[in-house]
């Protein structure tokens, strides 16, 4: 059974395991370069898949419409053969395995989530096949010593760190900050509170607080509390959507005021709206925005990025940001291509190791591990019309955060 590519730039078919198989394809077939993908169409991960489908796709026809890419002075289309791994990490791995052994693909786009490139990517590593990804966001992925693997997204260690960068900006001695923490016990938010921790030592900063929030994420009052009585500089919240919803609220109800206040999922939670008044000033951060002052020889700046998305695909109001960085995963392969002058892998993968470079994304440089070490994640900070202003320095911020209960 065939489910037909809606969207189909320069793509393939997406063809289920018990379907019919197109004829094998080559790395380099003709003038073409075609890179494989195992993506989420359907299952829970089917919404975000399709914005990294669709942030390949216009990649890959903004590259082509440019002229392609050039290796051995000959020009080269790209395209993309999808599998819909239907959100299922098993079949993800095994539709990776399909790619390479039956297609004959041998340099890969990675699928949605970390989870499911937790389960490719010992099947791309054991072929030797390169991948670049683009939306599998855990540290743990880069602690396996993979050599084929490169992610252009800043991992989960980097969503909050940014917020300590900026405390320590604003402070005359960056060791003096008082910084009060407060985590969910998921593997997220433990990676999250690992990055936090790392530059506070870098700073010699000190955490007054550091608590473990309720398995519930109902009612974070106990550390409230100490916050009220210890008056810390700054407060670290990670709790995904709900424990931003219970602080926002509990913040609001205990009437906390520290200058300074950063938190996962702002958005998710809708804090700007169920509780305005407390979330003046909240930093809370994402991979992207369509205003960051960055910008690339292809795709331009990142306003212009989104706007030719946006025409491409007009059903969006805003742009998630899974697509930006799936379009960036693509440019990797372009110049990695270009750089190595060749098709042979083990050339191509030193080529995207050797990758630093400064994209409409955000800057782009590979660490040993293979995760992106030059983009930050970016902070928006909420203002009292509840808009969210992008935090690129301290003298962006709106510092401290004055709410007068």
């Known amino acids: 059974m065939f489910f037909k ?3 189909g730039i320069g793509a393939a078919l997406a063809i289920s395991v018990a379907g019919v198989t197109s004829p094998a394809l080559a790395k380099v077939e003709g003038d073409t370069i075609t890179l494989g993908s195992s993506i989420s169409l359907t299952g829970k991960y089917a919404t975000n898949g399709l914005h990294t489908q669709r942030g390949y796709d216009y990649a890959v026809k903004t590259i082509n419409n ?20 239907e959100s299922t990490p098993a079949r993800g791995a095994q539709l990776v395995e399909r790619l390479i052994q039956q297609d004959g693909i041998e340099f890969m786009l990675g699928p949605y989530s970390s989870g499911m490139t937790k389960a490719i990517a010992p099947v791309s590593e054991k072929f030797g096949v390169p991948m670049v990804e683009a939306e599998g966001a855990s540290r743990s992925l880069f602690t396996q010593g993979y050599k084929y693997l490169f992610a252009v997204l800043s ?21 003096t900050v008082k910084v009060a923490m407060a985590f969910e016990s998921d593997p997220f938010s433990m990676d999250v509170r690992a ?24 009612d974070m009052s106990t550390t409230l509390t100490k916050v009220k009585a210890l008056k810390p500089d700054v407060l670290i919240v990670s709790g995904h959507s709900k424990g931003a919803a219970t602080a926002a609220r509990q913040i609001n109800e205990m009437k ?10 702002c958005e998710a939670a809708k804090v700007h709206e169920k509780f305005p008044k407390a979330a003046n000033g909240f930093l809370c ?24 998305f946006k025409g491409d695909n007009p059903s969006y109001t805003s742009v998630p940001y899974q697509s930006a960085q799936a379009s960036a995963a693509v440019y990797v392969w372009a110049k990695a291509f270009a750089a190595a002058n060749s098709f042979d892998q083990d050339k191509v993968r030193d080529a995207i190791a050797a990758t ?15 995760n992106n070490i030059a983009k930050p994640m970016f902070m928006r900070q909420i203002d009292t019309n509840g808009k969210y202003n992008l935090v690129e320095t301290a003298k962006d911020m709106t510092h401290p955060r004055n709410v007068n209960y």
Do not use: R
């Open 5 to 7: 590519n809606a969207i």
């Open 66 to 85: 440019a002229g392609g890419v050039t290796v051995g002075g000959k020009s080269y289309k790209l395209a993309v053969k999808y599998y819909d791994d």
């Open 155 to 175: 991992t989960s260690e980097q969503y909050l760190s940014t917020a300590i960068e900026l405390a320590a900006q604003k402070a005359s001695d960056p060791s």
């Open 195 to 218: 990055g936090v921790v790392d530059t506070m030592k870098k700073y010699g900063m000190k955490a007054i607080i550091d608590d473990q929030l309720p398995a519930d994420l109902s």
């Open 256 to 265: 906390i005021n520290v200058p300074m206040i950063a938190m996962t999922h």
């Open 285 to 308: 951060p994402t991979q992207w925005v369509e205003g960051l002052s960055k910008s690339d020889s292809m795709f331009g700046s990142a306003a212009e990025w989104n706007a030719g």
């Open 356 to 370: 630093e470079m400064e994209t409409f994304y955000g800057d782009i440089k590979f660490s040993e591990a293979g």
